[in-house]
């Protein structure tokens, strides 16, 4: 029986910061990442939530952390009960949808690796001939391969639309020399998981990255190659030439652009099915990418 949509975790007396998916609770030289149920498109959180959704992406993201090699991660622990969680909190609730971390210093943009013309890369590249500034040759179409994969950073926003930037600006901000290694650790992990993916049926077609700093070296922290950080394509599918079938929440953005939403206003309730066919969606990538069911 599908379990009921967690939109809010609560633990009493903790500091919390809630992003578009996770509540982060401070325990001071340690945080627990709570993955909710909240989905969200167009830059509006939805109604209802998908059951189970925070579940998967942790699991999901455990496997990527356990697996991607010689770069260091900010996961300690898959069990909230080894911290001091206040008397009250309900392990049952949070059962399979936390991880204990490292803090550290958030580094403030978004590492965005894309391996193939789609989403706002399409549409910058038909506006522009370029992908954030990169020029591309001409006559390319939807969802080609790129020749190879394009870092395009983004401003990090926990609520809204993350802005897209030129390198430059990242560098400017952050300095050269930590912008340069951010770019060559993302393109590494694309290319890790990327492989991996194609070995089990996936497409990556692209995928954003966090990194915090800890003791001045940068660490892999938040999600990673999820479905809600990702684009994953089913490969047997795969044809060039437009949009791809997805196993992400590409399937919801879907379904409200065939609605009259005009996404300046509260949106529709999801129906039940679209909730449903969601929640198998992400189900199916992680049955894909490890070859095991779901559980927690």
């Known amino acids: 029986m599908t379990s009921a949509a967690l939109m809010e975790s609560s633990l009493s007396g903790i500091p ?5 998916v996770r509540d982060v609770y401070d325990f001071g030289d340690r945080l627990l990442f709570v993955a909710t149920d909240r989905i969200s498109a167009f830059d509006w ?16 993201s455990r496997f990527w952390f356990e697996r991607i090699e010689n770069i260091p991660n900010h996961l300690l622990s898959m069990n909230p009960a080894d911290l001091p969680l206040p008397e009250n909190a309900d392990l049952d609730v949070l059962h399979g949808r936390c991880m204990v971390v490292k803090k550290t210093e958030v580094v403030p943009f978004e590492c965005v690796v894309r391996g193939y013309l789609s989403g706002s890369g399409w549409k910058d590249y038909l506006a522009t001939g370029a992908v954030c500034g990169v020029e591309l040759a001409k006559g390319l ?17 926990e609520t809204g639309h993350d802005e897209n930037v030129s390198f430059q600006a990242m560098s400017d901000a952050i300095g050269q020399e930590l912008a340069e290694t951010l770019r060559d ?15 089990r049926g996936i497409i990556l077609a692209d995928t954003k990255f966090e990194f915090g700093l800890l003791d001045g070296k940068p660490i892999l922290i938040d999600e990673v190659l999820t479905p809600d950080s990702s684009r994953f394509w089913p490969a047997e ?4 030439g437009g ?54």
Request: glycine share 4%; with cysteine; hydrophobic share 30%.
């Open 16 to 20: 919390v910061k809630r992003g578009k």
């Open 45 to 60: 959180n939805l109604s209802p939530g998908i059951p189970d959704k925070g579940r998967v992406l942790t699991q999901i």
């Open 141 to 157: 179409q939807q969802s080609d391969l790129l020749p190879q994969p394009l870092f395009t950073p983004a401003t990090k926003a």
């Open 185 to 199: 650790l993302s393109i590494q992990i694309y290319q890790q998981g990327a492989e991996y993916a194609r070995q």
């Open 237 to 240: 599918h795969y044809q060039p």
């Open 243 to 296: 949009p791809q079938p997805s196993l992400d929440k590409q399937y919801v953005r879907d379904w409200l652009e065939t609605t009259s939403w005009d996404k300046n206003s509260t949106p529709p309730v999801l129906p039940e099915e679209i909730v449903l066919k969601t929640r198998e969606k992400y189900f199916e990538a992680f049955r894909m990418l490890t070859g095991t069911e779901c559980i927690w």
